[in-house]
T-cell receptor, first 115, second 113 residues
Framework: DTGVSQNPRHKITKRGQNVTFRCDPI?????LYWYRQTLGQGPEFLTYFQNEAQLEKSRLLSDRFSAERPKGSFSTLEIQRTEQGDSAMYLC?????????????FGQGTRLTVV | GESVGLHLPTLSVQEGDNSIINCAYSNSASDYFIWYKQESGKGPQFIIDIRSNMDKRQGQRVTVLLNKTVKHLSLQIAATQPGDSAVYFCAEGNSGGYNKLIFGAGTRLAVHP
């Protein structure tokens, strides 16, 4: 499978615990995005990486959230001290560089439930 | 702030009919727009895109129309099939802004046999 891969697919955690999600983008895609999607809503942008550099962060990304892409390949999104409001689908997308490239390929997402 | 929204939250059609899903956007600086299809439990799947210098673009059974005057975008699906049942999102992007996408809330398309 050469698509965007996200793990785990589902995560149930108790409030206050830390969780970490992983995204493996399509090989050689320089651009990597994290989005959050709540039920019935469209995805909301969280952060963007160009290779290993995190170039943009949404104000939705509070200080409890941190994302990394250490080698410019896979990325991790960590949420510390989870809250019930963090329950959502976390989507990762990647795309190649190039001003004519508009298509972002999404993974299947990680559904987080905070109880 | 700038946003992308949809007129209809739910659309029900008969199999074989044509479907039209509408979207309004507000950011005139966006230089491209994309329609995504999302099935339950899956990530969004690219359907078709259109650049702001175009009015119409056709794909296989799908057509996207862009009216910049009224900031309106539509997705037309010809001969709708049960497999088209999903939630459809329009999204806008700016190639000068890292290509991050701003999504609307989505329209659920229900196709009845």
């Amino acid at each position: 499978d050469t698509g965007v891969s996200q793990n785990p697919r589902h995560k149930i955690t108790k409030r206050g615990q830390n969780v970490t999600f992983r995204c493996d983008p399509i090989s050689e895609h320089n651009r990597l995005y994290w989005y959050r999607q709540t039920l019935g809503q469209g995805p909301e942008f969280l952060t963007y990486f160009q290779n290993e550099a995190q170039l943009e962060k949404s104000r939705l990304l509070s200080d409890r959230f941190s994302a990394e892409r250490p080698k410019g390949s896979f990325s991790t999104l960590e949420i510390q001290r989870t809250e019930q409001g963090d329950s959502a689908m976390y989507l990762c997308a990647s795309s190649p560089m190039g001003s004519f490239s508009t298509e972002a390929f999404f993974g299947q997402g990680t559904r987080l439930t905070v109880v | 702030g700038e946003s992308v929204g949809l007129h209809l939250p739910t659309l029900s059609v008969q199999e074989g009919d044509n479907s039209i899903i509408n979207c309004a956007y507000s950011n005139s600086a966006s230089d491209y727009f994309i329609w995504y299809k999302q099935e339950s439990g899956k990530g969004p799947q690219f359907i078709i895109d259109i650049r702001s210098n175009m009015d119409k673009r056709q794909g296989q059974r799908v057509t996207v129309l862009l009216n910049k005057t009224v900031k309106h975008l539509s997705l037309q699906i010809a001969a709708t099939q049960p497999g088209d049942s999903a939630v459809y999102f329009c999204a806008e992007g700016n190639s000068g802004g890292y290509n991050k996408l701003i999504f609307g809330a989505g329209t659920r398309l229900a196709v009845h046999p």
